[in-house]
């Protein structure tokens, strides 16, 4: 590697760094992360903190996790790479989608489609949904619903479904046909609606209500996170998904459940459908699915979504797939992922420590005014909203943002900003002693607004 000083001068020099602005990150150069062990990131100076951010969301396992290093490794030497497109596959896509397909089977899914990542996962299930009614005979179903906050990815498609303009309005013209929900955000909504199962209610009715006047015949699919990530941690009330699901049943919609982060145990359980009591008919996913071990993602599909193309006639031929599609080095990180988060029942860790988290952060809210709303509670997944002035809830400034930030970093933690919210997703093998850690860092953080 070259020494420290190149790395110093040439950081975000030649690299543009995604989510930022380019003028910026040379400006003030991001953090180098050299090393990693267990929850505990390094940084160039040698300065180590627990990653609350668990990578992005997809470090489930930690950093140390040897058993998926060297099955990367050992296949590596095997094959480094064979398409799975039609006419060919390899032995370790086969074992993955075996093991993807029983990890999920509670959720009623019967197929496994394997992408790069979660915005292709996204793309993948929204246009196998297009293709779904087509081979239906229901070629006038194009539209899609999401919610507002919700994300989705980069690619056009999520974007056109994502809920938050900053990931928009640069990027117009949008796929066409996309309409979007109020997000079940007691804290800010339109109705302004504090308890969540009268939210979860009219939320329900406005989904009616659209469904109503675009025409049921003309929907493909709701496409929703169980529980929303990127946009501030949002937990609705239990209601609220089966609700979403009752109504999609009685129109001919489908349930996309975008699982890239609620996936693999980081809500507490395997999935964040499971969670609600529902059964998608999609799912996408990513993160967990390799620990972010190696890039790679999946589209779920449930059995009876996957009757209707595996009994069409030609029609139902897939035109989508990825050059790194069922990868086989990607392949045996998942099979290998898997078997270990299933071995340390990593879902039942994140449950606790993920309620400690949550807990903790509720207690600091007690003593820092800045703190207008604490979200979490299942798993680990924590957001807390951060204003200037509580009574009226004024989202606080990015400049004293990044200083709550810089503050938790030098005490011991590196958080997540999204806008004005913190976002915590922690590894899920996190212990008592390491989420303490957290806590106090963000004490220190808060202190200093
Ligand atoms: N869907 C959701 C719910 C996500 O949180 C993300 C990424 N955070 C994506 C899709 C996009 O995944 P990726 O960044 O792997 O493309």
Redesign the pocket.
């Known amino acids: 590697m070259k020494d420290e000083n190149f790395l110093k001068e040439n950081n975000a020099r030649q690299l543009w760094h995604?989510m930022g602005h380019p003028g910026e990150a040379q400006a003030n150069p991001p953090k180098i992360i050299t090393g990693a062990q267990g929850v505990n990131i390094t940084d160039i100076d040698g300065h180590q903190v627990v990653d609350a951010v668990g990578g992005?969301?997809?470090v489930n396992l930690g950093y140390s996790n040897d058993v998926v290093k060297q099955a990367i490794a050992d296949q590596l030497q095997e094959l480094p790479y064979y398409s799975a497109f039609a006419g060919s596959t390899n032995p370790t896509a086969i074992e993955a989608a075996f093991a993807v397909h029983e990890f999920f089977a509670e959720d009623g899914i019967g197929r496994v489609f394997f992408t790069?990542?979660?915005?292709?996962?996204?793309e993948t299930c929204l246009r196998m949904a297009r293709q779904y009614h087509r081979l239906r005979g229901q070629p006038t179903r194009t539209k899609f619903i999401s919610l507002k906050k919700?994300?989705?990815?980069?690619?056009f498609g999520?974007a056109s479904v994502n809920g938050n303009n900053r990931f928009r309005t640069k990027y117009e013209p949008l796929l066409p046909g996309c309409f979007h929900l109020p997000a079940p955000y007691p804290y800010r909504n339109p109705y302004n609606e504090t308890d969540p199962a009268k939210l979860a209610q009219l939320i329900a009715q406005a989904f009616e209500d659209e469904i109503a006047f675009q025409g049921a015949d003309t929907i493909a699919a709701l496409i929703m996170?169980p529980i929303?990530?990127?946009g501030g941690v949002i937990v609705p009330d239990s209601s609220f998904m089966p609700l979403m699901r009752e109504i999609c049943d009685r129109h001919g919609i489908l349930l996309i459940s975008?699982?890239?982060?609620?996936g693999f145990g980081r809500s507490g359980d395997w999935s964040g459908a499971r969670h609600w009591g529902v059964k998608p008919d999609m799912m996408?996913t990513?993160?967990g699915i390799t620990s972010g071990y190696f890039?790679v993602?999946a589209a779920l599909i449930s059995e009876s979504v996957a009757e209707v193309f595996e009994k069409s006639d030609a029609e139902g031929a897939i035109y989508h797939g990825y050059t790194y599609s069922a990868h086989p080095v990607g392949a045996a990180a998942v099979t290998a992922c898997l078997a270990e988060t299933l071995r340390l029942d990593t879902k039942t860790n994140a449950a606790a420590r993920g309620t400690q988290l949550f807990e903790g952060v509720q207690k600091l809210a007690e003593k820092h005014d800045c703190i207008g709303d604490v979200r979490g509670g299942h798993g680990l997944m924590t957001g807390i909203e951060i204003v200037s002035d509580k009574a009226a809830k004024t989202p606080m400034d990015d400049a004293t943002m990044k200083r709550i930030h810089q503050t938790a970093y030098e005490a011991g933690a590196m958080v997540r900003l999204g806008a004005h919210n913190i976002l915590m997703s922690p590894p899920l093998t996190i212990s008592e002693t390491e989420v303490n850690t957290i806590l106090s860092a963000l004490d220190k953080g808060f202190a200093a607004v």
């Open positions: 995604p992005l969301w997809c790069s990542g979660g915005s292709d996962s996204v919700g994300y989705h990815g980069t690619h999520g996170e929303l990530g990127a975008d699982e890239v982060i609620t996408s990513a993160k890039p993602g």
